[in-house]
């Protein structure tokens, strides 16, 4: 029984090393005939913070902000898969669609990857808090000690990555 | 520019999960139209292990252990893993093309991985996560982790399926 590759699950904190990943998530969608769901999760409020912020006006304030941070993110990830597939217009039809959710990273990577039935999850190995280039990025170390599934984990290669659309 | 995957490294130890692996790696192999270069790192044995072994083997023992048994072992886990790959690549059309060499060296497993990535220019590593060591589901495998944390590469970590498996080193 040869395990097949169907649907990838391609977490991103629009980092460049997760756009850099994106290119291996598509190179691997082409050859295993695969789709890719696209995961950006936005990371609440710590307690503290929310018990700080926890005054009914805030409340308000704080789900409007977060929603349009969210359809701005959905906005930019649109626009990302665009400028990288601008050459391959055809491989656009891969990307089933854009997530973008709130929470812990690590736990709603895992839980997507589970709901959405995703048969490999491709993503960076650092992802915006790099801080040494030796160690595994916190969110894929988190990923990695619970999965069950296979998880591709792409570095940012030595030399300079022309990645066009990273800076929209 | 896409990247290209032509030369891919699977790294086993022989566990249960590595051989699992190998099936993502002939898979990856056979779609991205990527040679297999299949290797697998014998462990020195350690200075304390050394130590004690001298303790109990005079010089001619030990130097029959260290020469003449470790060649034996290579040469049987080179076999073995020969037998595997038939085994397993019986039914592709062309099972001796996929796979490029069979590897077997010795050194301490991370080390010799990466190097031997470089070495045999490997665009991507595919490893199990957990090898023999298995103490926790949870927790990774400290090979991977080690290759994972030094390594510029991709890698395709592939853990324990939750059923039973069809595959295994051990009936070889």
Not at chain 1, 73 to 80: A, E, G, H, P, W
Not at chain 1, 82 to 97: F, T
Not at chain 2, 100 to 121: C, M, Q
Not at chain 2, 122 to 150: A, D, Y
């Amino acid at each position: 029984m040869i395990p097949k590759i169907q649907k990838i699950l391609y977490p991103t904190d629009l980092s460049l090393n997760s756009d850099y990943a994106f290119r291996y998530a598509i190179n691997s969608a082409k050859q295993h005939d695969a789709n890719i769901i696209i995961l950006y999760v936005l990371e609440g409020l710590s307690d503290s913070m929310l018990a700080m912020l926890s005054s009914d006006l805030v409340g308000v304030q704080r789900k409007k902000t977060s929603e349009e941070a969210m359809a701005q993110i959905k906005d930019r990830l649109k626009l990302f898969c665009e400028k990288e597939l601008i050459n391959d217009p055809d491989c656009l039809k891969r990307v089933e669609s854009i997530e973008v959710l709130e929470g812990y990273p690590a736990e709603v990577i895992l839980r997507e990857a589970e709901k959405l039935n995703c048969d490999v999850i491709v993503m960076g190995s650092h992802g915006k808090g790099i801080i040494s280039q030796t160690f595994l990025g916190s969110v894929t170390k988190r990923v990695l000690r619970r999965t069950r599934k296979p998880v591709f984990i792409i570095p940012l290669p030595k030399k300079e990555t022309d990645i066009p659309g990273h800076n929209i | 520019m896409i990247p290209k995957i032509q030369k891919i490294l699977y790294a086993t130890d022989l566990s249960p999960n590595s051989a699992y692996v190998f099936r993502y790696a002939v898979n990856s192999a056979n779609k991205h139209n990527a040679k297999l270069i299949i290797l697998y790192v014998l462990e020195e044995l350690s200075v304390t292990a050394h130590a004690m072994l001298s303790h109990y083997l005079n010089a001619e023992q030990m130097k029959r252990l260290t020469q003449e048994v470790r060649s034996s072992v290579l040469e049987r886990i080179e076999k073995r893993l020969k037998v595997f790959c038939e085994k397993e690549l019986k039914d592709q059309p062309e099972p001796a093309e996929r796979v490029e060499s069979i590897v077997v060296a010795e050194g301490f497993p991370p080390e010799v991985i990466l190097s031997k990535a470089d070495e045999l220019n490997c665009e991507i590593i595919i490893m199990g996560s957990h090898g023999k060591g298995i103490i926790q589901n949870t927790f990774l495998g400290s090979t991977s982790r080690r290759v994972l944390r030094r390594t510029r590469k991709p890698v395709f970590i592939i853990p324990l399926p939750k059923g039973e498996m069809d595959i295994t080193f051990h009936d070889i």
